[in-house]
């Protein structure tokens, strides 16, 4: 009995996450409150109406987690995230509205350090409130567990380089490409599309992120890296030299009719809490690609992919996980190392080099 109660008294004093919430809107102040500290492993330590009071705040207590809307008055958020990775790392999840300006600051936020991108809740009913409140946790539990690095306040500023094919011409008929991501994410598909070659092998990409927010994400890759980058749609052909990425709030699945791949969208119930799903696209990946795929899963906090990689491998693809090292959250890679899903763990800088050198050896 006296051990009992010593193990139930450890577990309420387990150290809770600590959060700063940054919005000037008070009453989505007050709501994102309630909901973070509706969750016994979170805790709101303040709240600012601009970055100049969270400042004040910082300097009296260090967060793990900052929860940040990017257009405010005074300093807008990009400003202050800008400031505060080059000289105080901490995990920011964006809170962001679903209009084409707002997810595109959003996803300029993701280039200067922030971990992850939410759309911020409507002030509607409780139901609706409640419906966001769990995915508003899991960001910020996930956020909590990221690795943040010091950043250069301009290192946000990538040039696309010229679009030259490789050295050595790749015959990609029948060679897929598949990709999950999530927390982190974005920045990792970035480094790898940057080392992509023009005419690589078809890339199908999952990488948890809402709706609006996939469209400025493909935009924006599109800018900067040598290949064709676009979000997908229905019945898309998957072709050499071009990444499509799963749009928010759709599956994404692998199709083949004859010698040509292609996508289908649908809107199916969510898998792992996900929807787009990375399990998802990696069993059709499987099915319909085989031992012509390559998997690559990235960054990310959970499980989804790890089972889709195992099913991937077990059909004879080859299959390629993000060290431990080199993650901003080191979860789904782990996951499936774990299952024996990964035929290798790389490093996020080596793994396009490798799966170029991996595709020329096998043509």
Not at 321 to 341: T, W
């Amino acid at each position: 009995m006296i051990v009992e109660k010593v193990s139930k008294s450890v577990r309420t004093i387990e150290k809770k996450i600590k959060v700063l919430v940054i919005d000037d809107s008070a009453l989505v102040r007050n709501t994102l409150s309630s909901i973070y500290n509706s969750d016994e492993e979170i805790e709101v330590i303040g709240t600012a109406s601009d970055p100049y009071v969270a400042v004040e705040i910082i300097r009296q207590e260090v967060p793990d987690v900052i929860s940040l809307d990017v257009e405010m008055p005074k300093m807008d958020g990009i400003t202050f995230l800008s400031k505060l990775m080059s000289q105080h790392p901490i995990p920011v999840v964006i809170l962001s509205t679903l209009t084409e300006k707002s997810a595109e600051n959003a996803i300029l936020a993701m280039e200067y350090g922030a971990v992850e991108v939410v759309a911020k809740p409507r002030l509607g009913t409780r139901q609706q409130l409640e419906n966001v409140k769990a995915q508003l946790c899991e960001k910020i539990k996930a956020a909590s567990k990221a690795h943040v690095r010091r950043r250069g306040i301009s290192s946000n500023a990538y040039k696309a380089p010229a679009r030259t094919s490789h050295s050595s011409p790749i015959q990609t008929t029948e060679k897929v490409i598949a990709v999950g991501a999530s927390t982190g994410g974005t920045e990792a598909i970035r480094v790898m599309l940057s080392e992509m070659p023009l005419d690589c092998p078809g890339i199908i990409i999952t990488q948890h992120m809402p709706e609006v927010f996939t469209t400025q994400f493909a935009k924006r890759l599109d800018e900067i890296c040598p290949i064709n980058v676009r979000e997908a749609k229905h019945g898309d052909t998957v072709l050499r030299g071009t990444a499509l990425i799963a749009p928010g709030n759709q599956h994404m699945c692998l199709k083949r009719s004859g010698t040509r791949y292609y996508v289908e969208l649908n809107s199916q119930p969510h898998v792992n809490n996900h929807r787009p799903s990375i399990d998802v696209l990696f069993h059709s990946v499987a099915q319909y690609a085989g031992k012509n795929s390559i998997g690559v899963l990235l960054t990310g906090m959970g499980a989804d992919g790890a089972k889709g990689m195992k099913n991937m491998r077990e059909m004879g693809a080859y299959t390629v996980a993000q060290d431990e090292a080199s993650c901003v959250v080191y979860g789904m890679p782990k996951e499936a190392v774990k299952l024996e899903a990964a035929s290798i763990s790389l490093p996020l800088d080596k793994i396009s080099n490798h799966i170029i050198r991996k595709i020329l050896q096998t043509n």
